[in-house]
């Protein structure tokens, strides 16, 4: 059975810990400031200090699915370009897409204004984070990121002997960078940032994450996952690739999952320091040749596809201001969201919530944060989110 101790008492004492860290200053600020932490028997913070993900004890009968709204997915893609590209390359998937990938690679390199030698080719962006954490925590070391986050690359790295250094977000939910800065030490080998921040949906500004980075890339090199970074709208969200100019040891994660509506077909890429991508290439082949050649096409008809992108963050932000007008109405309270996810707490467990909505035919993700229940709900179609906001009045 778990105890509680206040935040202050915790400082105090000295001696709480996840794995062998011992709880620093840099625990006690962020938007569980006034939150007790729940620590084990040994007084060692659990595994996460913020979430506890919950999961349903069978899969959903999807044919029975009304509205799949768990997983972030574009819910109107892939684009119409990209659609015509794979029709036009079933007849080519008897080949490797050598050539064709290292076309993709430099029209991508033209786009983030770096050269090919800079950008790393994945199956999607996931797999990317998860060799990256191969290659650094061979030997052991930390993480440092913000908690809550997504946990790919965290997860992968704990399995291989990494120890996570959890930083709770500020108030508004953004990374606390100053924090972050202060829990480095000499056995910190790898910074991550998830900006937009999957599951909060929270940006951090250009400006701050500029300077941070500046501040200490040349330290440790920082990994920034901008997957949903081209949905962002309402904030500026310019990307940390132009880094890469002044040298600076950043790892930038983009993919083709989320604006490009490509979740499917698996295609993600990496842009950072030539090095940096050789050490990443010693736990794979690089390169992306695991990439399907359709997959290949599709992501660069899907780059051209300037139209589709657009329309995609338009009906996004239509349809996620109707279910903040809704959540509104009915009295929760979501946290602001730059990316196709919504996060607000719940007024029933977890688990018993993502029940009720899988009976209704309607897939989303519930989890507890520091021992509250919350709903993260991805943005689908302007339907989707009708079916979702009447479920909600049917069970709360």
């Known amino acids: 059975m778990g105890v509680k101790i206040d935040r202050r008492s915790l400082l105090k004492s000295g001696f709480a810990s996840l794995g062998a860290m011992a709880v620093a200053p840099f625990l ?14 040994s007084n060692r913070l659990f595994l996460s200090p913020m979430v506890r993900a919950h999961y349903l004890d069978q899969e959903p009968n999807f044919a029975k699915v009304v509205a799949r709204i768990g997983s972030n997915e574009n819910p109107y893609g892939p684009p119409p370009m990209a659609r015509k590209a794979i029709s036009d390359s079933i007849e ?3 080949r490797y897409a050598r050539t064709e990938l290292r076309d ?7 786009k983030e204004e770096v050269s090919p030698e800079n950008i790393m080719m994945g199956n999607g962006s996931g797999d990317l984070l998860e060799k990256t954490a191969l290659a650094m925590f061979d030997k052991g070391g930390n993480i440092v990121s ?11 790295a704990e399995s291989v002997g990494a120890t996570w250094k959890p930083v709770p977000c500020k108030a508004d939910w953004s990374h606390d960078l100053d924090a972050m800065e202060k829990a480095i030490d000499k056995d910190t080998k790898l910074v991550y940032l998830c900006n937009p921040n999957n599951p909060v949906g929270s ?8 300077d941070f980075c500046n501040r200490v890339a040349d330290k440790v090199p920082i990994f920034i996952d901008e997957a949903y970074l081209e949905l962002v709208e309402g904030a500026d969200n310019k990307s940390m690739v132009s880094l890469l100019k002044n040298k600076k040891n950043v790892i930038v994660a983009r993919t083709f999952s989320k604006i490009m509506g490509m979740a499917g077909l698996r295609v993600g890429y990496v842009a950072a320091l030539p090095s940096t991508l050789d050490s990443i290439k010693k736990v794979t082949k690089g390169g992306g040749s695991g990439i399907a050649c359709t997959s290949v096409y599709a992501a660069s008809a899907a780059m ?7 329309s995609t963050r338009k009906l996004n932000t239509e349809a996620k201001t109707y279910l903040y007008e809704n959540l509104t109405a009915m009295g929760y309270k979501y946290v602001p969201s730059y990316t196709n996810f919504v996060i607000f707490p ?4 977890g688990k018993e919530f993502l029940t009720k909505m899988s009976d209704k035919g309607i897939i989303i993700k519930a989890m507890d944060i520091q021992e509250k229940p919350w709903c993260r709900v991805s943005i689908g179609t302007k339907d989707e989110m009708k079916l ?3 479920a909600l009045q049917n069970i709360s």
Request: charged residues 20%.
């Open 28 to 41: 006690s600020d962020g938007a569980f400031a006034e939150t007790p932490l729940r620590l084990d028997q």
């Open 92 to 94: 080519k998937g008897n």
């Open 104 to 110: 993709l690679i430099g029209k991508i390199a033209v």
């Open 146 to 156: 913000a908690d809550p986050t997504y946990m790919s690359l965290i997860r992968v």
């Open 203 to 210: 940006v951090t500004s250009t400006k701050a994450l500029t």
């Open 304 to 310: 051209d596809d300037i139209d589709f992108q657009n």
């Open 346 to 349: 719940i007024n029933m467990p």
């Open 388 to 390: 979702f906001v009447s």
